[in-house]
């Protein structure tokens, strides 16, 4: 069965960082493109970065690019998203999908709440 | 403001069907044919209903159904059911400069 969990939300003071994770299990992480989105409270989704297979690609939505790094760790079949000068309007539920091709996320994870307040 | 257009809210009664639109660009829906769609119960991840504009995962009922018309494209859902109540968002490649854009979501309710 495949399962994304995502891990490393909270509350963070504006300018902080946080560190998200998504740990994949149930298929061969390695060869697979993988993706963060977001979703603000009572808002739509937000696609946020792409990480293609070998780190050979990756992407992000202007809104957080020159503050987020994603990056993945085969070996640990992990997926992250390093978020540094975090703002207010960062606050969301981030969740982390598996991307099979076609541009389509067929397995996406629970989510984890990341809240940016003084 | 989201990238593409849905409609706020669409209804049914049960056994009808209803049609959920999305409208973009040229560079996103109209130009490729990268349209999927996603239902979301609330406070839930999203489940992967279409891909590729028509083509259904397995496990998917076929009572769901897509298309698309130049920059618009549809998710159908016929015979609804009680457990069709959800927000449907669609999703498009828009290009590697903004990769994939999402519509804002259609809260669908079944009378």
């Known amino acids: 069965e495949v399962q994304l969990v995502e891990s490393g939300g909270g509350l963070v003071q504006p300018g902080g960082s946080l560190r998200l994770s998504c740990e994949a299990s149930g298929f061969t992480f390695s060869t697979y493109s993988m993706n963060w989105f977001r979703q603000a409270p009572g808002k739509g989704l937000e696609w946020v970065s792409y990480?293609?297979?070998?780190?050979?690609?990756?992407y992000y939505a202007d809104s957080v690019k020159g503050r987020f790094t994603i990056s993945r760790d085969d070996a640990k079949n992990s997926l992250y998203l390093q978020m540094n000068s975090l703002r207010a309007e960062d606050t969301a539920v981030y969740f982390c999908?598996?991307?099979?091709?076609?541009?389509?996320?067929?397995?996406w994870g629970q989510g984890t709440l990341v809240t940016v307040s003084s | 403001q989201s990238a593409l257009t849905q409609p706020p809210s669409a209804s049914g009664s049960p056994g009808q069907s209803v049609t959920i639109s999305c409208t973009g660009t040229s560079s996103d829906v109209g130009g490729y044919n990268y349209v999927s769609w996603y239902q979301q119960y609330p406070g839930k991840a999203p489940k992967f209903m279409i891909y590729e504009v028509s083509k259904r995962p397995s496990g998917v009922p076929d009572r769901f159904s897509g298309s698309k018309s130049g920059n618009t494209a549809s998710l159908t859902v016929s015979g609804l059911q009680a457990e069709d109540e959800a927000d449907y968002y669609c999703s498009s490649y828009a290009g590697s400069n903004n990769f994939v854009v999402f519509g804002g979501g259609t809260k669908l309710t079944v009378l």
């Open positions: 990480i293609s297979v070998s780190s050979t690609r990756i």
């Open positions: 999908a598996r991307c099979p091709g076609s541009y389509s996320f067929d397995y």
